[in-house]
């Protein structure tokens, strides 16, 4: 009786029974897969982390409400002796060559690009754990005279010129000013007053 009801037919009931039965049979993904952080994330989480403790180190202790632009300065500093780029000095008979023949004594640096993507993170961390925009450390303009300082310095010592990337154009972009326009009206536009 109750199948009929719900289910129509005994049989259809039955069937679909057992197709529900076969789904929960199936494998599902891990859920705890999908709910693991991405790799920039967990880089993010780890790097603020490295930046707390390096706070905390300080004698005396500094808070994060405390924290300005000097202690990102001196935290991006103190990183350089954890480097594995050869910087070499002006005094360094390497100084400018891109493949330097031999070893030297000049020291191991962090490279611009790796300091330039921890304030990235560190700079987002800040305004994601409580922090204003406005106050923000990481985002001071000390801040990025300091890095483009070590990109040009380290270009300089590799001998190897920094250049910007260029950004890419939309094909369709909306800023052309003869899109839409017919080849006529182009030509008629562009045409010399004598023809």
Known sequence: MLNDRVGGEGSSSSAQAASADHHQLEPQPPLAAAA???????????????????????????GLPQ????????????????????????????????????????????????????????????????GSQETNPFANGAIRVYL???????????????????KRRKPNSSNNNDQGMSSTTFHQMHQSPGV
């Not at 880089?43 to 982390?49: A, F, L, S, V």
């Not at 990109?151 to 250049?163: E, H, L, M, T, V």
Request: aromatic share 12%; with cysteine.
């Open 148 to 166: 483009r300082e070590v990109r040009d310095s380290q270009a300089k010592a590799r001998g190897i010129p920094y250049k910007k990337k260029k």
């Open 36 to 62: 693991q952080p991405s790799r920039y994330e967990s880089q993010k989480r780890r790097d603020w982390n490295t930046f707390g403790q390096y706070l905390r180190n300080q004698r005396p202790p500094v």
């Open 67 to 130: 924290c300005n632009y000097s202690h990102v300065l001196e935290f991006m500093r103190y990183l350089d002796q954890f480097g594995k780029t050869k910087v070499h000095g002006q005094g360094c008979p390497f100084f400018g060559q891109p493949e330097p023949a031999g070893p030297c004594a000049c020291p191991l640096r962090q490279a611009w690009g790796s300091l330039d993507a921890l304030v990235g993170r560190l700079r987002a961390a800040y305004e994601e754990n409580g």
